[in-house]
């Protein structure tokens, strides 16, 4: 059972192995929206990776989420803020999502053999899921247009750890050695640690500090959204 770590989406045929689950992690703020949507209710989701795929269901009557650069895009229902899934309206509901990033890291993994989304929010949850698997793991992280980014690299080395330190995973993989290492740097104040961070001030901007405190904060929601086809669905 042996971990990887792919920083950014565009890397993803480097670490293509047809036996990995691979785990999609854009913590700010797409994986830990999708988390949020299905803890509360959502029945199915279809991420796509276009604005014009995210419109063409729109003209069906899908309800759809459209988020570029941090921010709802007119006239959709919804963006990419787990508080927006917070509510009676998405209850049931199947929801058409595109992000900046996280569906971008999404599409670029469609080739797995498994696809679940992570997030802190639903971090012992990935743990339980993939330790009862027993089968290789690919972490990949959406970052940031392509760039690496720190927040999703915590998040993989969180995962990384205690299933190399706690069950019977192994790395030979110097990416995953890096984010174990800077887990443990920043594992006791994560929101402290990202403070210079580009997402995190790029996100501050946006007056959406309440966000990523949420975002950052461990188990709010016991869920394993997975890829069933073109839909994500509750494990
Ligand atoms: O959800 C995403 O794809 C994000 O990377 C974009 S945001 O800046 O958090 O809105």
Redesign the pocket.
Same mark, same amino acid.
């Given at each position: 059972m042996n971990i990887e770590v792919c920083f950014t989406p565009q890397a993803y045929p480097l670490f293509h192995n047809p036996n990995s689950i691979v785990v999609v992690i854009?913590i %700010? &703020?797409?994986t830990s929206?999708i988390t949020t949507a299905f803890f509360n209710g959502v029945s199915k989701m279809i991420p796509v990776a276009t604005v014009e795929e995210a419109a063409s269901y729109k003209h069906q009557g899908y309800m759809v989420a459209a988020?570029r650069?941090?921010e709802i895009l007119e006239g959709f229902d919804l963006?990419?803020s787990p508080f927006g899934y917070m509510n009676a309206k998405v209850k049931g509901k199947t929801i058409v999502i595109t @992000? @900046?990033?996280? @569906?971008q890291a999404i599409e670029a993994s469609k080739q797995a053999k498994k696809i679940i989304i992570g997030s802190f929010l639903n971090q012992d949850s990935v743990i339980d899921y993939l330790r009862k698997e027993k089968k290789d793991v690919l972490f990949v992280c959406?970052g940031?247009k392509n760039k690496f980014n720190m927040e999703d690299t915590l998040f993989a080395g969180a995962i990384a750890h205690d299933l190399i330190y706690k069950y019977d995973f192994t790395t030979s993989c110097d990416s995953t050695l890096s984010a174990i290492h800077l887990h443990s740097l920043a594992k006791h104040n994560l929101y402290g640690f990202l403070s210079n961070s580009s997402?995190r001030n &790029? %996100?501050a901007k946006l007056d959406l500090e309440r966000d990523i405190k949420y975002c950052l904060t461990p188990n709010q929601c016991p869920v394993i959204p997975i890829m069933e086809g073109n839909f994500l669905v509750k494990a």
């Amino acid at each position: 059972m042996n971990i990887e770590v792919c920083f950014t989406p565009q890397a993803y045929p480097l670490f293509h192995n047809p036996n990995s689950i691979v785990v999609v992690i854009d913590i %700010l &703020r797409a994986t830990s929206a999708i988390t949020t949507a299905f803890f509360n209710g959502v029945s199915k989701m279809i991420p796509v990776a276009t604005v014009e795929e995210a419109a063409s269901y729109k003209h069906q009557g899908y309800m759809v989420a459209a988020e570029r650069n941090g921010e709802i895009l007119e006239g959709f229902d919804l963006g990419n803020s787990p508080f927006g899934y917070m509510n009676a309206k998405v209850k049931g509901k199947t929801i058409v999502i595109t @992000t @900046t990033n996280g @569906t971008q890291a999404i599409e670029a993994s469609k080739q797995a053999k498994k696809i679940i989304i992570g997030s802190f929010l639903n971090q012992d949850s990935v743990i339980d899921y993939l330790r009862k698997e027993k089968k290789d793991v690919l972490f990949v992280c959406a970052g940031w247009k392509n760039k690496f980014n720190m927040e999703d690299t915590l998040f993989a080395g969180a995962i990384a750890h205690d299933l190399i330190y706690k069950y019977d995973f192994t790395t030979s993989c110097d990416s995953t050695l890096s984010a174990i290492h800077l887990h443990s740097l920043a594992k006791h104040n994560l929101y402290g640690f990202l403070s210079n961070s580009s997402h995190r001030n &790029r %996100l501050a901007k946006l007056d959406l500090e309440r966000d990523i405190k949420y975002c950052l904060t461990p188990n709010q929601c016991p869920v394993i959204p997975i890829m069933e086809g073109n839909f994500l669905v509750k494990a």
